[in-house]
């Protein structure tokens, strides 16, 4: 599946009835609240004796990706462009892969 071929079908399940500053607020606060259920999943597995749920983690990946969708759809900007900049900073940032010296010396 190609980047924005999946934006263009999972934002076939947004509600159509929130404006587009409606769309950035619950990007965000999803974005969140779905990175916390990532968060907790692997809390339980360190601390609480839980065994990694593998299954459960990919899901609540998944949904941390229709929210940055829904973020990069409210701004008007496809998913592979998040992505070519991301790459772009991190190919300034470590150009020859990571090192801890620049990462310890980042500026940005
Ligand atoms: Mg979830």
């Given at each position: 599946m190609e980047i924005n071929d999946y934006q263009k079908k999972a934002m076939?399940?947004?509600?159509?009835?929130?404006s587009k500053k409606e769309v950035l607020v619950n990007g965000v606060m999803g974005l969140n609240g779905e990175s916390g259920e990532v968060i907790d999943l692997v809390k339980k597995h360190l601390?609480?004796?839980?065994?990694?749920?593998k299954e459960r983690l990919v899901k609540e990946l998944g949904d941390v990706a229709w929210y940055l969708v829904e973020c990069a759809y409210a701004l008007d900007v496809e998913l592979e462009e998040v992505f070519s900049k991301n790459l772009e900073k991190l190919k300034k940032r470590y150009p020859n892969g990571f090192e801890e010296e620049k990462s310890m010396k980042r500026k940005d």
């Open positions: 076939t399940t947004l509600n159509p009835s929130l601390f609480q004796g839980h065994d990694l749920d």
